[in-house]
């Protein structure tokens, strides 16, 4: 029986497996978009880069899709590229390189 692969997620920049969610922000004053504690100053939000107060969400600021960042090179991303790592011998191959393969088969029973 041959081993199935694993897929892991990796950051689509510098292929870094150190990725977390975290909630953005785009400031629209600058265009400057950022984890969301990188805004917070004194219990209120206010851009890191053109220091503008964002009060209202949808017309000072709204939140990005990309909610994940890669804890090595800081890219933010909407979705992480997957590889496939086979669990016998480790080797990494892209999922679209791979033959698709039954494990198991069903039935009903009675």
Excluded at 20 to 37: D, K, M, N, W, Y
Excluded at 63 to 68: D, G, I, V
Aim: neutral net charge; charged residues 25%.
């Amino acid at each position: 029986m041959k081993p199935s692969p694993t897929q892991i997620w990796i950051a689509p920049e510098c292929d870094s497996l150190e990725i977390r969610t975290e909630i953005g922000l785009h400031c629209f004053s600058c265009g400057h978009v950022a984890p969301q504690r990188r805004f917070q100053k004194n219990g209120m939000l206010k851009c890191p880069n053109c220091y503008v107060t964002l009060r209202h969400i949808g017309e000072d600021y709204d939140r990005p899709l990309e909610n994940q960042v890669c804890d090595h090179c800081q890219h933010m991303f909407m979705e992480g590229r997957v590889q496939a790592r086979c669990m016998a011998c480790g080797q990494v191959h892209e999922p679209n390189s791979l033959e698709p393969c039954g494990v198991y088969r069903y039935r009903l029973s009675e």
